[in-house]
């Protein structure tokens, strides 16, 4: 109890500061006081406090709105599948917003607010297209979920084939969104950032709202309708604001992968397995964490610029090894199967 509540206390502060030091550091370093007082006293003739507010807080809003979206909804998805795998980047909702978008741009010329109808329609399509094919392999009779996260790699495979192709069908065009595709946080993109921020938000209050029941859920469907909930249309709603967060994020950057992976194992050991905890504290360390992915794709490699996608798909490559061992291979998980 003690060590969950030091968690949640802390983890705001720890944002806080990450956030401070994102806004610092860069290609001309600031000293935090400057920073507050770019805040406090902006003056327009100021170079500096222009690069901090026109360049370097937006893109650290919309690290932080990407990171809180996509560990909440990675807590729910792992929660709901009973599965360490689950994801929005595993279930196929990333890889169909992206093909979504890239097909709406190049087929029919979209513009900002149809690509991002774009993209909620395809994660959607995705995420469906990944239960249709898990039914077809016998999710039904795989108890641990696994046979949907092998049907989300599948799905993802194919639409993110299918979004290379559309790239390749027009060399004009593709600059345009080759860099969108690899999830890039760039500070371009705060009008994305601010059209579709209350999808997100929304979301993340109804599964707020929903916390109690989804633990409930947790404990087994048959528990949790005795005690008053009703597991299809809690499933349902959860779900769908998953998807829409997921989907409106991807909306903004592109797919920024396996922060909904990576975030709920790193809060879980902390707060449990209670969504009323571990939802705020996911959405609190995922947008810490994306925000350090996010300035160690600025910093790292200097004069250069990498796209935050790139290193996240790195961190949760590494972390997905350790997960498949840990709950697949590990001598205690052959037994469980």
């Known amino acids: 109890m003690t060590r969950r509540f030091v968690f949640l206390f802390s983890a705001p502060f720890l944002l806080a500061l990450v956030l401070l030091i994102s ?48 560990a909440c909804g990675g807590a729910v998805l792992q929660g709901l599948v009973r599965n360490p795998l689950a994801s929005p980047s595993t279930l196929g909702i990333n890889a169909g917003a992206c093909v979504f978008v890239v097909g709406g741009a190049f087929l029919f010329d979209l513009g900002m607010a149809a690509l991002g109808l774009a993209a909620l329609a395809g994660a959607f399509f995705g995420f469906l297209s990944c ?29 993110f084939g299918v979004t290379n192709a559309f790239l390749l069908s027009d060399p004009m065009r593709r600059n345009e969104f ?32 929903l916390a109690r029941p989804l633990t409930l859920i947790l404990l087994g469907t048959e528990k949790a309708a005795s005690a008053g909930v009703n597991v299809t249309a809690v499933t349902r709603l959860a779900l769908t604001a998953t998807v829409l967060a997921s989907g409106s994020a ?7 992968g396996f922060v909904g992976l990576v975030v709920p194992h790193i809060v879980r050991p902390f707060v449990g397995n209670n969504f009323t905890f571990s ?21 790292a490699f200097q004069p250069y610029v990498l796209h935050t996608g790139l290193v996240t ?9 350790v997960i498949v061992k840990r709950f697949y291979l590990s001598p205690a998980a052959r037994g469980r199967a």
């Open 23 to 70: 806004l610092s550091l860069g290609g001309g370093s600031f000293h935090f006081l400057d920073v507050v007082q770019a805040f406090i006293a902006f003056d327009a003739e100021s170079y500096d406090q222009a690069v901090i507010l026109h360049q370097r807080l937006p893109r650290a809003l919309i690290a932080i709105y990407v990171g809180a979206t996509m």
């Open 250 to 256: 991807v909306a903004i950057c592109g797919p920024i």
């Open 313 to 321: 798909d790195l961190l949760g490559g590494l972390v997905f090894v």
């Open 131 to 159: 239960l249709v094919v898990a039914r077809l392999a016998g999710r039904t009779h795989d108890p641990r979920g696994l046979a949907l996260i092998l049907s989300g790699a599948l799905v993802s495979m194919l639409f």
């Open 178 to 209: 080759l860099g969108w595709v690899s999830g890039n946080i760039n500070h371009v993109y705060i009008d994305r950032l601010l059209a579709f921020w209350w999808i997100g938000a929304v979301a993340i209050g109804l599964l707020a709202v």
């Open 279 to 299: 939802l705020p504290a996911c959405a609190l360390t995922g947008a810490s964490v994306c925000l350090l992915a996010d300035l160690f794709a600025r910093e």
